[in-house]
């Protein structure tokens, strides 16, 4: 089993930044991608960003530009650092990972205030 903690939401003005870092444990063997999603209310969850193992990255349209994913293979974490943040940023941000299954983190609440 693995478990995944996220830290690192919050509230932010707009044009700010913050940084998320997601950390698994648990009995890990190998961890394929990683990335995040968010939902934002009222809507369906999406795809923010993702890095494979190789460090290759894709970011939805949204985000590109702006938000940065990052891993930590020897620690088993990723990280997204978010820039320019707008207020439709505003969401839930969930981390997961392939390990070989998918596992979620809990989520983590980030705000962007106008």
């Known amino acids: 089993q693995v478990q995944l903690a996220e830290s690192g939401g919050g509230l932010v003005q707009a044009g700010g930044s913050l940084r998320l870092s997601c950390a698994a444990s648990?009995?890990?063997?190998?961890?394929?991608?990683m990335g995040w999603h968010r939902q934002a209310p009222g809507k369906a969850r999406e795809l923010v960003a993702y890095?494979?193992?190789?460090?290759?990255?894709n970011y939805a349209d949204s985000v590109k530009g702006r938000f940065t994913i990052s891993r930590d293979n020897a620690k088993n974490t990723v990280s997204l650092q978010m820039n320019s943040l707008k207020p439709e940023d505003t969401a839930v941000y969930y981390c997961y990972m392939l390990a070989p299954s998918v596992y979620w983190g809990q989520g983590t609440q980030v705000t962007v205030s106008s």
């Open positions: 648990g009995s890990i063997f190998s961890i394929g991608a």
């Open positions: 890095i494979t193992r190789g460090g290759t990255t």
